[in-house]
């Protein structure tokens, strides 16, 4: 069993940048892939970035390849996702996802998921 906490969520205006973190519980952290979704009212669950067990591999969606920056601590048990030039498209709820071995784009394969954080990025 995992739980997901994310945090550091907010305002920003566009061009600026948030960094989200979530902290997860449990001693098996670092046999979980991890990725970020969002999703906005009335639309599907979308990835955004993944993230592999050792933190070596990544995995990005093309609407955020090199504005995002997905990366982990297993000492830590947590993953974080840096956001910079952010645009009001940007806007959604951001979630984190775990799941066993490698990474995927499919939020289908997830098992354990956050709660959410809004972002929110005015023009």
């Known amino acids: 069993q995992v739980q997901l906490v994310e945090s550091g969520g907010g305002l920003v205006q566009a061009g600026g940048s948030l960094r989200l973190s979530c902290a997860a519980s449990?001693?098996?952290?670092?046999?979980?892939?991890m990725a970020w979704f969002r999703q906005t009212p009335g639309k599907e669950r979308e990835f955004v970035a993944a993230?592999?067990?050792?933190?070596?591999?990544?995995y990005y969606a093309d609407s955020v390849k090199g504005r995002f920056t997905i990366s982990r601590d297993n000492a830590k048990n947590t993953v974080a996702l840096q956001m910079n030039s952010l645009k009001p498209e940007d806007t959604a709820a951001y979630y984190c996802?775990?799941?066993?071995?490698?990474?995927?784009?499919?939020?289908?394969?997830?098992?354990?998921w956050g709660q959410g954080t809004q972002v929110t990025v005015s023009s």
């Open positions: 993230i592999n067990m050792s933190g070596g591999s990544t």
């Open positions: 449990g001693r098996t952290f670092s046999s979980y892939a």
């Open positions: 996802a775990a799941r066993p071995a490698t990474l995927s784009r499919s939020q289908a394969t997830y098992v354990y």
